[in-house]
């Protein structure tokens, strides 16, 4: 059995981390939620906070949720390019290198655009504590709901460099587990 390299391991833990911190942002969402329909529609007691709170839940999970789904390769993707190698060249060697290669560029323009994005959500936050700006139900600090996105953009660039160092190292590409699966069918 092949050793894990470190930062495969790192990886792994965070999506543990990751994965727990959804349920958890998903499931207060969805209490929430209910909860506000209950006060809303059955009590006629609206809950200002409540809403702004599902709102900020969900971006926490849609975010959280990119960088987890990064880890795992489980992004929705158009799978016309390898089609199109395939069936123009006869070689499955010689298809698996082009796969590959597009494969590392493709990881290198995702890791130039998290670190662009990741830049531009720490300036944004920055900016956004300087002028202490706060919600309007909660009376929050706004920083810190931009700080979800800063953290899961750190996240999400740190997964994609964890790929495109396992996809280096390995000299192949990382497939999700439904490729797995539908490759043993």
């Known amino acids: 059995m092949e050793r894990k390299a470190k930062v495969e391991i790192i990886s792994s833990a965070l999506g543990v981390v990751e994965t727990r911190f959804l349920g958890i942002f998903f499931f207060l969402m969805l209490t929430l939620l209910f909860v506000q329909v209950v006060c809303r ?21 849609s975010y959280l949720g990119c960088a987890v789904a990064i880890k795992d390769r489980a992004h ?10 395939m069936a123009g060249t006869k070689s499955k060697e010689k298809t698996d290198r082009v796969l590959y290669f597009g494969d590392i560029l493709l990881g290198i323009i995702s890791t130039v655009f998290l670190g662009y994005l990741l830049y531009t ?15 309007v139900a909660m009376q929050i600090p706004m920083w810190s709901i931009v700080a979800i996105i800063v953290v899961s953009s750190a996240l999400s660039l740190f997964h994609c460099i964890c790929n495109l160092i396992m996809m280096i190292r390995n000299k192949t590409t990382i497939t999700s587990k439904e490729e797995e699966e539908l490759k043993n069918l």
């Open 121 to 135: 959500m720490v300036q944004y936050m920055l900016e956004t504590k300087a002028y202490e700006q706060v919600s």
């Open 76 to 85: 929705i993707e158009i799978n016309i390019l390898p089609a199109i190698i």
């Open 41 to 61: 529609y059955y009590l006629h007691l609206p809950l200002a906070w409540v809403e702004e709170l599902i709102r900020y839940l969900f971006i926490g999970v």
